[in-house]
């Protein structure tokens, strides 16, 4: 596609449930990353892709994240009983994989836990 | 390891005034420098970059940025900042290949009519 999608926009759910958050990054982008934005916490990095690997997962804060990624393009970010220190904005990013590092960001999915 | 230090959190500029915004980096080998804007309700772009050459780099809409490696600093300047130019300003860094890039805490410029 043109540019970065991220699904939901906005997510509200409550504690405990299950959310699914969509990346679909631009078309031959082979390297994908996942951050989250916190208020006043900047940008956490979460995980990246490479392809359908995921070489780096140290940014993931508990086992209650997952991602994963298929056919090289979209991603899903999984968060399993969210909690509240959950709600923050998730981004997605990619680029080609190699060069300079420029990232193709999403317009984000904000995420509220109540 | 690198690091990325923005110590404003927030910076009200009145309209036509200048401005810089204050980023520092730590890391053991050369680095890449970014600078994202983010405004509001919208995701990250790519405001400028430093990559090698020239030490200072200038955006399309007048901000520019000076790599200082002596003092580890790409601090972000502009002359005459404009209503429009309120947004979030993210410093980041990477080291190339593998490119985990890591970002500051964001620096929230409000430009006051």
């Known amino acids: 596609g043109a540019g970065v999608s991220q699904s939901p926009s906005n997510k509200v759910t409550e504690k405990g449930k299950d959310v699914e958050l969509r990346c679909d990054p631009i078309?031959?982008?082979?390297?994908l990353y996942w951050y989250r934005q916190s208020l006043g916490q900047g940008l956490e990095f979460l995980i990246y892709?490479?392809?359908?690997?995921?070489?780096?997962k140290s940014g993931l804060p508990s086992d209650r994240f997952s991602a994963e990624r298929t056919g090289g393009s979209v991603s899903t970010l999984t968060i399993q009983r969210t909690q509240q220190e959950d709600s923050a904005v998730y981004l997605c990013?990619?680029?080609?994989?190699?060069?300079?590092?420029?990232?193709?960001f999403g317009e984000g999915s904000r995420l509220t836990v109540l | 390891a690198q690091s990325v230090t923005q110590l404003d959190s927030q910076v009200p500029v009145f309209e036509e005034a200048p401005v810089e915004l204050r980023c520092n980096y730590s890391?053991?080998?050369?680095?890449?420098l970014f600078w994202y804007v983010q405004y509001p309700n919208q995701g990250l772009q790519l405001l400028l970059k430093?990559?090698?050459?020239?030490?200072l780099v200038e955006s399309i809409n007048g901000f520019e940025a000076e790599f200082n490696k002596s003092q580890t600093s790409f601090h972000l300047r502009k002359p005459s900042v404009h209503i429009s130019d309120t947004a979030e300003y993210f410093c980041?860094?990477?080291?190339?290949?593998?490119?985990?890039?890591?970002f500051g805490t964001g620096t929230k410029l409000q430009v006051i009519p």
């Open positions: 990013a990619g680029n080609t994989g190699y060069g300079t590092g420029e990232l193709f």
């Open positions: 078309s031959g982008h082979t390297a």
């Open positions: 892709f490479q392809g359908n690997s995921a070489p780096d």
């Open positions: 890391s053991s080998v050369s680095v890449y």
């Open positions: 430093y990559l090698s050459g020239s030490t």
């Open positions: 980041a860094v990477n080291t190339g290949g593998y490119q985990k890039v890591t």
